[in-house]
């Protein structure tokens, strides 16, 4: 069974640093691309944006503009676990963050263009505020 369960949210204040893991089950990190999403307040399912993303074959990674700079993705295979450190952080990261799976596929997008289809995690809440 296709899991993945995140952690690490919580309060801090503008400026302030967290790391979130997503800690995968009943796959690979070498078959799957993982990507970070996040969900403002009040927004629903569809408002969900792209964060950070991390490629399952090469380790390539990408980052959406409002972040770059501020957060790096980054994985260990050995502990099934992807991390977003998140650093500087601004009172529009206010969010529910969520990570999901996309099977990789030789030739296939990578995982910037992937369908995140197959599998996503319950969420954990980041709030910044003073």
């Known amino acids: 069974q296709v899991q993945l369960v995140e952690s690490g949210g919580g309060l801090v204040p503008p400026g302030g640093s967290l790391r979130l893991s997503c800690v995968v089950s009943g796959f690979s990190l070498d078959n799957y691309h993982i990507g970070w999403f996040r969900q403002a307040p009040g927004k629903g399912r569809e408002d969900r944006e792209g964060v950070s993303c991390i490629n399952s074959n090469d380790g390539g990674t990408f980052d959406m503009d409002p972040v770059k700079g501020r957060f790096t993705i980054s994985r260990d295979n050995a502990k099934n676990t992807v991390y977003l450190q998140m650093n500087n952080l601004k009172s529009e990261d206010t969010a529910t963050y969520f990570c999901?799976?996309?099977?990789?596929?030789?030739?296939?997008?990578?995982?910037?263009?992937?369908?995140?289809?197959?599998?996503w995690g319950q969420g954990t809440l980041v709030t910044v505020a003073s």
């Open positions: 999901a799976a996309s099977p990789f596929t030789p030739g296939g997008p990578n995982c910037l263009y992937s369908d995140y289809t197959a599998a």
